[in-house]
């Protein structure tokens, strides 16, 4: 991953990470996941990175197609 992709989404629950990670695939965006979260007690964060001219088309995907209710 190059340093210079941009966060564009973080949880505490890897699987929202990883439903937006392939919700932007199915788009044609290629999202990283980076799992920060603690092995032993889960806690901490998962977040999901894409390339600098990604950020705004991935960023209108996940406020249009995906909603965790």
């Known amino acids: 991953m190059n340093s210079k992709w941009q966060k564009i989404y973080d949880t505490n629950l890897k699987y929202r990470a990883e439903i937006v990670k392939a919700v932007l695939s ?8 980076v799992d ?4 032993a007690y889960h806690f901490g964060q998962v977040e999901v990175y894409v390339a600098p001219y ?5 960023v209108k995907i996940i406020q ?3 909603s965790f209710r």
């Open 54 to 58: 990604d950020v705004m088309g991935a």
């Open 26 to 33: 199915d788009h044609g965006i290629s999202a990283v996941l």
């Open 64 to 66: 249009d197609v995906i």
């Open 36 to 39: 920060k979260q603690d092995k």
